[in-house]
């Protein structure tokens, strides 16, 4: 397996030719959405940041792992996944995508497109 150190000219172009032939499956974490900005300009919180907002609400007096799926699966078990989902819609529901990765995404065809994202930049970018 090439590593990003290690890519060549040539893995990229058939990394390339991969994509534009719709046969690249597309993996996207909460990174994508960096330059997202809701209506008071702030930027969308990455998973960490996430995980300390919502740990803030529901669990701030927990000790517990500060990354999003042990913060989720907490809150989750002692609470419910409908709070949960409504807690997190509430806050992401306000961002519009970027300009940036989001807005290049919908210009190619993908096999599959997986996304650990809570939110709907996503969908809104296409």
């Not at 065809?109 to 996503?122: A, E, G, I, Q, S």
Request: proline share 5%; net charge neutral; hydrophobic share 40%.
């Amino acid at each position: 397996m090439t590593t990003e150190a290690s890519l060549t000219i040539q893995d990229l172009r058939t990394i390339f030719k991969k994509i534009t032939e719709g046969k690249a499956i597309l993996f996207l974490g909460a990174g994508v959405n960096k330059g997202s900005k809701n209506s008071r300009g702030e930027d969308a919180p990455s998973g960490l940041e996430l995980a300390k907002i919502i740990k803030t609400h529901f669990l701030p007096t927990e000790e517990i792992p500060l990354d999003l799926p042990t913060v989720c699966a907490c809150v989750e078990a002692r609470e419910s996944r409908k709070a949960l989902d409504s807690f997190i819609y509430d806050i992401l529901i306000d961002y519009k995508p970027s300009e940036g990765v989001l807005s290049l995404i919908p210009k190619y065809t993908w096999k599959r497109v997986y996304t650990t994202n809570f939110d709907r930049l996503l969908i809104q970018a296409t």
